[in-house]
């Protein structure tokens, strides 16, 4: 699409030195300039477009890290993964805390509901798709 763009630019400058609209006019001043203009856009937008691809690889590069970051982590089994009932947001909670002796709230940090409390009255829904139960 940006060469097109670059293309079409530069077919447009040759249209008007092949006819002969010169700077000198009122009209050429215009014409030129605006060429001028559209030729910056062109590379701008050339440049801006290799930005993001580098940026767009950067974050999948990131994506991909976190994911295998939060593999490695559940593998572990230290903690369970629970979904909020209420925003839906995942949350990875110690299993220390589900077998905590002391009363203890898990508040989710996205919406501020109470999310589980450790002393058996609260349900709440695993994330694991192997257990599609409600504890």
Do not use: H, W
């Not at 014409?31 to 856009?41: A, P, Q, R, Y």
């Not at 440049?47 to 990131?62: G, H, V």
């Amino acid at each position: 699409m940006l060469r097109d763009m670059s293309e079409k630019v530069s077919y447009l400058q040759g249209l008007t030195e092949g006819l002969n609209i010169t700077e000198g006019g009122p009209q050429g001043k215009i014409i030129s300039g605006m060429l001028n203009v559209m030729n910056e856009m062109a590379n701008e937008l050339s440049l801006m477009q290799q930005d993001f691809s580098e940026i767009k690889e950067y974050i999948e590069n990131i994506d991909d890290d976190l994911f295998e970051l939060e593999e490695s982590i559940l593998e572990e089994e230290e903690f369970t993964q629970i979904k909020c009932l209420n925003c839906g947001e995942k949350l990875l909670i110690e299993n220390d805390i589900l077998d905590d002796e002391d009363r203890i709230e898990v508040i989710c940090p996205s919406c501020n509901e109470v999310v589980y409390v450790n002393d058996g009255s609260f349900d709440y829904v695993t994330d694991d798709p192997d257990d599609q139960s409600v504890n």
